[in-house]
């Protein structure tokens, strides 16, 4: 108990000394073993199991120094940032090239794959512009009719849930 009334002294003190609104303020002038401020969970860990180091902590980062700085969070990286394995990235030049390059060879199945995916409004209005043009284009009417029946088989495939039951 005296231990424990001991830390809360020196954590009220700290708090006051860096002028922070609660305990968990505190975390950010106190060093983590790993780069960066102390996390707040290990904070509260540590006055539990290992008061005399945290007062040590304490002590040495707030309370005995002239003027406590606070120390800058820990570099992250950035939100969708991890690498994936076995999977190439290519910019736009490079893919329209492999894109070509399909259709030079005639390799639908690539070209599926490469080629971006288009709704059923764009491609209608890209279809509608080619034959005001006068221009057959027969990958536009091949997407176009693969649009016009995936959807038409989504929508058979949910009617048919319906009808059953």
């Not at 509260?44 to 199991?49: A, D, Y």
Request: charged share 35%; with cysteine.
């Amino acid at each position: 108990m005296k231990n424990l009334k001991e830390i809360e002294d020196i954590i009220a003190k700290a708090v006051k000394k860096v002028s922070a609104n609660k305990e968990n303020d505190l975390c950010r002038y106190l060093p983590g073993d790993k780069g960066g401020y102390l996390h707040h969970f290990t904070l509260k860990k540590m006055k539990e199991k290992e008061p005399s180091e945290l007062r040590s902590l304490l002590e040495k980062f707030i309370i005995n120094s002239d003027k406590p700085t606070r120390i800058p969070p820990k570099q992250r990286a950035a939100r969708g940032s991890r690498k994936k394995k076995d999977q190439y990235i290519f910019s736009r030049l490079q893919l329209d090239k492999m894109i070509n390059l399909a259709r030079a060879t005639g390799n639908k199945e690539i070209i599926t794959m490469l080629a971006p995916k288009k709704s059923l409004t764009t491609c209608k209005r890209e279809l509608i512009a080619s034959i005001r043009q006068e221009k057959v284009d027969q990958e536009l009417w091949n997407s176009y009719a693969e649009i016009v029946l995936s959807t038409r088989g989504e929508v058979e495939s949910t009617t048919n849930v319906f009808a059953t039951r």
